[in-house]
């Protein structure tokens, strides 16, 4: 019989020493990858530059103002030397210094008024359920997105309807009637977060609503009556358009000092006064900020 040859079994083929997988090549590699830089490194080396350009373009103007607030020239855009002359001229200005305290005058009086109506509304609203309390707090919040002309014109056909003679008391109105919805909101956003068991625990040890109300809730509703207070002078400080209609001859403001000013041409002094004011708004920001470090510390 012939014989049968088995067929030789195939030899295992190896991948060249080169192609073979090592230790070395398991290892994760230590530094960030190249696709990682490209991509979300790229991302956010952009929002940074962008955000840069952002403040660059807001702030930078601030300071070439109070720069040029030193300048010597009158014209105000060349640089001709250093000096504090506008800063002399500005505080024997008469007009801007009886401005300036008509502001202060109307700002004040109307802060102080926006306060007590914010903080009693926003309470009554709050301790009370009344049928239309929606409406109600559409028609307060109104002044807040209504545009400024209308409220001006408004508020001018109405003191005219009652024959209110325009100064300083038709300038408090107003200035009122467009400040207090942003006290109310502010203490209104207090109160939802209030604990209601501290005006019952007050109730039953024996106050009475008016006394609870004063030595319980008011403690705690400080810190928005605050905010709401600086808000209400800011807004008043700044106010242009609502004191244009419903300012009189002798009470004139100084954004509508200043806004006279700037339309006959450029002012050293109000480069000046500008200065002042920043100065003046960072100080303060940052006197505010040592109190709540304080404040936290004692805490």
Known sequence: MPTVHAAPSPQPVYPAASSRPTAADSVAPSGPRRAGRSGAWWVERGLAAWTAGVLA?????????????????????????????????????????????????????????AVLLGTIGAWLLHRNRYRFARAIQTLICVPMVMPEIVIGISLLVLFTLVHLELGHLTMILAHTTFCFPFVLVAVQARLQ?????????????????????????????????????????????????????????????????VFGM??????????????????????????????RRLATRAA
């Open 57 to 113: 373009f807001l702030y930078l103007p601030i300071l070439v103002l109070i720069a040029y607030s030193f300048n010597s020239s009158r014209l105000n855009v060349v640089w001709e030397g250093f000096t504090l002359r506008w800063y002399g001229e500005l505080f024997s200005h008469a007009p801007l210094i009886r401005a300036f305290k008509n502001s202060l005058i109307v700002a004040g009086a109307s802060t102080v008024l």
């Open 193 to 257: 977060g209030l604990d209601p068991a501290l005006e019952e625990a007050a109730l039953d040890l024996g106050a009475t609503p008016a006394r609870a109300f004063w030595l319980v809730i008011l403690p705690c509703l400080r810190p928005a009556v605050v905010a709401g207070g600086l808000m209400a002078f800011t807004l008043s400080m700044d106010e242009l358009i609502i004191s244009i209609f419903t300012a009189g001859p002798d009470s004139r403001t100084l954004p509508m000092q």
């Open 262 to 291: 700037a339309r006959v041409g450029l002012n050293p002094m109000l480069n000046a006064l500008s200065a002042i004011f920043v100065v003046t708004t960072i100080a303060f920001v940052l006197f505010t900020e040592h109190l």
